[in-house]
């Protein structure tokens, strides 16, 4: 039997995906080839990037609105650079919202002047800052929707006449929102989408080519959308399995629908956080928790042990804390089905039971 994988990530996948993605790698389109020996450049797989990239548009509601859909390498961690040097000409304004937009800071840090308009580093990042005010004369404004190693996640967006750039590794696709008030947006493809190696970009083409600088080639998303996520061998398996994961949460009422049974899956173990007098949350403020990743603690230590034997004899997977915050973090991505979330309010209740 399959454990309950709360991992931060790489993210779980739906049972039904990993069969597919399991099968095409033996066999794929019944070509008696596998799918990781095909050329990049056939029509197959084209035909696959072509279906990701349109069907990454379609949950977003950004089909004929100027956008580009893209599939690179590198992560989140790479784009962390990209951006800043596709879009910052002189100055930039950045939400610290964590280890993620820390770590986007100090590569935009070397292409023009850094405004960080709000943080919580005062805190360990435990809340999410308000009434920041960003100014109206900077190249872009970016901020980090969800952060997973705090449980933290951004609630609302400002509106802002420049471009907002926003990394949304940890919580795409799973609640719907205006993203038509975003210019670009990224994403690494192992939070909530695929396995490791692919990183989806979606970028509004008309803020682009403004920067003076030279940009090398890999580094341009100009380049990256003129050859259709091609210009280099792509990241075949993980666009694939991204591609499942999209039709995945078609068949399945798109994000509306998994909007709803996230909203669930978070109030069952929130609430439950919040009545067990055994645990308590990491986040501050109930308003700044994240849906996608929550993080909570024992609070009395003389208990982790008889905790962490329950959870993993209940077949519980990925559930201790980052390092930087320690306790315990349960992933929430959209393949997790709500059982598995009650399997881990039950041995909660069950420490209680005991203590």
Request: some cysteine; charged content about 20%.
């Amino acid at each position: 039997m399959k454990k309950h994988n709360f991992s931060a990530g790489p993210c779980i996948l739906p049972s039904s995906v990993l069969e597919k993605a399991a099968s095409a790698v033996r066999n794929f389109n019944d070509d008696n080839l596998s799918l990781i020996e095909i050329s990049h450049r056939s029509k197959p797989f084209v035909n696959v990037m072509e279906r990701a990239r349109e069907l990454a548009l379609e949950h977003l509601g950004l089909q004929n609105k100027g956008y580009k859909a893209l599939f690179l390498q590198g992560g989140a961690s790479l784009e962390f650079l990209m951006v800043a040097y596709n879009l910052l000409e002189k100055k930039a304004a950045y939400l610290n919202t964590g280890t993620w937009s820390s770590k986007a800071i100090k590569e935009a840090k070397h292409f023009g002047e850094m405004i960080e308009v709000g943080s919580s580093a005062d805190a360990n990042f435990n809340y999410i800052p308000k009434n920041y005010n960003i100014p109206t004369d900077v190249d872009y404004f970016h901020c980090t929707s969800n952060n997973t190693i705090f449980g933290t996640q951004l609630q609302s967006f400002p509106d802002v006449s420049i471009p907002m750039v926003c990394d949304m590794s940890s919580d795409i696709f799973s609640r719907v929102l205006d993203f038509s008030k975003f210019d670009l947006i990224y994403a690494g493809a192992q939070k909530n989408m695929g396995p490791a190696g692919t990183t989806l970009v979606v970028v509004k083409e008309e803020i682009l080519g403004k920067v003076t600088r030279h940009i090398p080639s890999m580094l341009d998303y100009k380049v990256h959308i003129s050859k259709d996520s091609m210009f280099n061998t792509p990241a075949v398996f993980p666009v694939y399995v991204s591609m499942l994961t999209l039709e995945w949460l078609k068949e399945n009422g798109g994000v509306a629908a998994i909007e709803t049974i996230n909203n669930k899956k978070a109030a069952l173990l929130y609430n439950e956080i919040d009545r067990n007098p055994l645990f308590k949350g990491f986040v501050a403020n109930k308003e700044d928790r994240s849906k996608m990743n929550a993080t909570f603690n024992l609070l009395e230590d003389g208990l982790k042990e008889q905790f962490d034997t329950l959870w993993n004899a209940a077949g519980i997977n990925g559930l201790n804390g980052h390092r930087s915050v320690g306790g315990y973090r349960a992933s929430m991505y959209n393949a997790l089905p709500l059982e598995s979330v009650q399997v881990l309010v039950d041995v909660m209740q069950e420490l209680e039971k005991n203590a």
